[in-house]
Structures are given as structure tokens and as C-alpha cells.
């Protein structure tokens, strides 16, 4: 199987035939009040608030039930009816992907809030995922008890932790979610929410959607864990649409329909397997790195392969690549890296076996316990290893050392960083002297590729470049993955930080005390501080959204802690105030901060007269400036050594620009446009 950020069906005919089956559960679910609306169970009945602090949850008009891309009041939804983008999500709580698109997600609230984009949550659970079904229909259940409030809680927390889908984890994340448990476990225990399932799948099959994560935004497809820029793009041409639209006498009401009606085009049924085509032609920048290799080091054809020893797709591939090796034999090396998936939790372990072996017994040591890996797979825990360990002939006590101490975990996670540059989304994954070739495909599917690299590394042996310099040569033209656009935000004087005050890496982070998506980036940055040391400096901004009742107090509080203590004041009460931030609000109300002063040991009355006064407006206001010329709309928002990250990213997209900026200094920046 091929992964990719989206997760595709192995085989869609398959999965077509099994939505047949319940093809008939959509009529009934549609004749429950004749706009597609939950039927009344007992599971069914609970509150529906028209606002929670997530922003508004207003059911669909009876138009958007008939629209080409339907929502009903039986989908759980974030944000208003009458915004001018809804974006449809497809996608299964198993698939990795879809968790992928997290954080994305969270960013677009941010950035656009509730009344500038409303979210949609339709079910899709592949078959191949086993808790994908028993996930959704809890999730589900969770929404007819709680409606949309509690359901965006379960769905957070079962993203967040998509390794651990058991019964017992999922009703741990509806109790949190705040529903009933034992209406919970009467409505799971009678499948109460299956027929919603089996609605999505069917109308996911209507609208010929092939995997997960899928988006319809105002009806215009867009496929996979895309970045934020590329949901961006979409919405904001969205909404100028959108505007245009109801300028033209479109009813608000009938806006999602009409939308819909205009962008949404049937897809063309394709031949089976065309799904599964991807550029062969880009030439990627893959470092070989210091890892284990099979084959002459001039080999005129390269082949880097990014791997797991728990993937069953990265065994399958094994005879594929021994094929190579015995139809091309010296003319094709490969080269060994790690990429351990992070729900493979036997792979990691896995990968510090082999690397022990090869410390031991050098590359064909590694390659015997790479054999013995494979043979011994799904079958990976500490025993099995240990068995493999004395069947490759490693010493025993060395070995334990090395699984106890993740003794190359420095090697792996080099790996696994040069997997994140070249965008590796799944396992296996191949470069062909750069040439991507991704999944378990035959010797049929690779045989050309390599074919067409002997003839052109023919080209440049006839040219003159040396047979061990063949592999350079091709990388110094090679695609290197984008790093981010080139702003600049004017400095503040006095702006609080952290690191050496002339750090060679410059982090300004705008950012808002009261959103959990900042809350969530500070693990991030602190991951970032115990790398890089001083060689980054971390720069506080304040971007108080005006949404969040308590966000300017707080950035207030934080500068006058600063005031009273320097550097070490602000961070400590920064610390301190994402720490409690989740606590309903009560977290950074006036009490808790006059609080939180005490414990700092600050001078509260002089405390309180700053807050009351306003004292740092000026500061708040002067960091809100630079944000607008710097075209920052929400929170989090980065400047990393001049290269802007938008919202709460993941560790390798800011060490790939910290990277960059260490090499060769931070980017040449032009003045923001207006």
C-alpha cells in the first residue's frame, strides 16, 4: 500500500460494494423528519445550545440538507451557519492523516474564528483501520448526548492520543467531554449511532471520496493533510466568492447550496490503481547520511529508502528490493534509514536492535538482523528481540543496554528528520538517485525508474564526471523543500526573551495568552530551547485576540511581571498562566493573576494600579502594529530568522528554517506590503 497524506483504500471497488449494503440506511435516515435529521431515540435527545465557547453551533437550513455537499442537523459543526465558508471534513479518528491535519486545523479557527468559517464533521472510517468504526460511532454518540460542544472535545482528545483507540480510552474522552456515562454506554452498547456512520459512508461514496483526510470547501475538493497556506488559499477565495455572491442577492440562508451547486464537479471514475500515481520526475535532495548501505559506493543508481521494521507494507517491499539487487546487482546501491511510524510502538526498539548489530558486526550485521527484523514481524516485543539478537550473534548485555537506553536514538532521530525534509508522509518510501517511489509496489513499478537513471547516469559518465561522484553530482540540482515566506515585524525594544540576547537564531512568537493553540506551540518551543540552547533567542510578541475576554489582562499581567522582575518575572508568570489557561476561564481572571503575582512574589498593589491603568497598552498596541505589517492574522504566528511558521506547528518545520538560518544566516527581508 501506498501512503500518502492522504490514506487511500487499498482497493476502492471493495469499499464501494460494502457502502451497497447500507445504501439503504441513508433513505432511512433522510425519512426521519425529511431533511436528513437524527431519528429520535433516546440516544439522540440532548441539549443544543446555540453558543459555547468554541463559538456558535447553529443547525442547517433545510437548503443545505438538499445541497450537492449536504449538512443536516445530525453532523456535528463548529462555527456559524452564516459563514461565508464551510469546509466539509471526511475523515477516520484512526488514520494518521487525518491526525496530520490537526494542528491545521486548529489554525484555521484561529484564523478565520466562527464567523468566518464554519467546520463540518462527516465519518469515514476506513476498513482497514480495525477502531476506526467502534471510534466514529463513540464519537457520534458523544454528539447525541452532547451535541457539537462535547463532540469537538472527544474529537481532540482522540486525535491527540490516536495510538491508544480502546473502549476504555474512548469512554474516558467522553466522560471528559462531559456527557452521561451511563446514556453513553446504553447508546454505545445499542450501535444507536451506527446509522450515522453508515450515512457518511454512504454519501462518501456518492461523492467519490477514495481516503482520509477529504475536505469539500464551499464544494471545492481538496485532498490529504494539506498545509495551512493551501486551505488558506481556498478559503479566502471562498469567501470573496461568497461575498460576490450574496452582494448578488443570494439569500445568506441559501449561500452554502448555492456554493456548492457552483464548485462541485463529479470527479471522473479513473482506472483502478491510476489513485495511486505520484511525481517520478522531481529529483529530491536525499542525503545518503552515515547510515548502513548495500552496494558499491559508486553505483551509478542510488536508492534511499526511508523504512520501519514494524510496517507490514515496508516487509512486502523486501522481495522487490531483493530482486533489484539481483537484476542490477553493483550497478544500484541502497542505503538504510529510519523512519519509525509513531503508532508503530515495536519500531523504534526495532531500529536500536539493528543499529546495535551493526556497531557489533558492521553493515552486514545490520543487514542480517534487518533480515531477521522482517522475518520476526508483527512479532517485535523485548523477548522476540532478544531472540533475534542471539540468532544474529550480538552480545546479549549490550543489547539490553541498548534497547533500555535508546542508545542510538540520536541516529534515529537524525533519520527521521531527513525523512520530514524530503516530506516522507508513510513507510516505505524510496529515492531513486532523488526520484520519489512511494509503497509496496513489484519489481515491474521500479524496474523503469532505475532504467531511465542508468541511461542518464550514462549521459554523465560520458560527460566526464566520475563514477563516484555521480550521486553529488545529481544532488546539487536538486529540490530542497520550501522553507516559508520571507516577512519582517519591527522590533520592540524591551520585548521580553529568552536565550542569549544576541542568539544567532531570532524566534519571535505573537501569541495570546487565553489560545490553546499557543498553549500547545509552548511544548514545541521548549523541545526547540533544549536543542538549540543559545543558539536561538525566543522573543515574546503580544497578539491579544479580541474574542478572548481575558487575553489582554493577561499580556498585561505578564509585561508588568517583567517590569517588576526582568526577563525571569515574565517567563515565570508566562509559565504559570498557560499552565492553569484550561481551567474555564478561571485560570486568567483577575483573581487568579492578582494570585499568581504573590506567588512570584511581585509588589501587588503596584501590581494592581498597572493593570487597572493599563500601563503596557502602549507595548500591547506597538506588538499588534508590528503583526499587521507583518500580516499576521491569528495566534500562534512565528518569525524564525525572518521566515514566517502560522499556528501551532510541528517540531521539523521550525528545525528545517533554524537549520537553514544557521547555515547561511536569516533571510534577506523586504519590507512587508500593506
Known sequence: MRYSPTVMRPNVQLRRLARVAVSALLGLVAACDGQGARPKTAASLGPSPSSTALGPFVDASASEASATVPINAADPVWGDRRAPVTLVVFGDLECPYTAKVLPTLRALRERYGAAGLRIVWKDDPLPFHPQARPAAEAAETVFA???????WRFWDQALEHQADLSLTALEGWA??????????????????SAAKVDGDLVLAQRLKVQGTPTFFVNGTLLVGAQPVAKFADVIDAEAEKAKAKLAAGVAPDALYAEMTRVNWKAPVDEPEGDDDKEDTTTVWRVP?????????????????LFSDFQCPYCKRVEPTLKQVRDVYGDKVRIVWRDAPLPFHKRARPAAELAREARTEKGDPGFWAAHDALFDSQPNLSDDDLMAVGRAVGLDAARLKGALAGERYAAQIQADLDAADDVQVDGTPAMFINGRRFSGAQPFEAIRPLIDDELRHT???LAQGVAPAALYDTLMKTAKTPPIGEVRRAPPRAGAPFRGLANGPVVIEEFADFQCPYCARADDTLGQLVKRYGAKIKLVWRNFPLPFHAHAEEAAEAALEAQKQKGNAGFWAMHDKMFAHQGEHGAGLDRRALDGYARDLGMDVAAFDRALDGHAHQGEIQADMDAADQAQIRGTPAFIVGGYFVGGAQPFGVFRRIIDKVLESGPAEVAPAAR
Open 145 to 151: 448526548l452532547g451535541q457539537s460542544p462535547a463532540f
Open 458 to 460: 550514462a549521459d554523465l
Open 175 to 192: 466522560s471528559s467531554a462531559g456527557v452521561d456515562l451511563a446514556s453513553y454506554r446504553q447508546a454505545l452498547a445499542a450501535h444507536a
Open 288 to 304: 545518503i547520511g552515515p547510515g548502513p548501505v548495500r552496494g558499491r559506493p559508486d553505483a551509478p543508481v542510488t536508492i534511499v
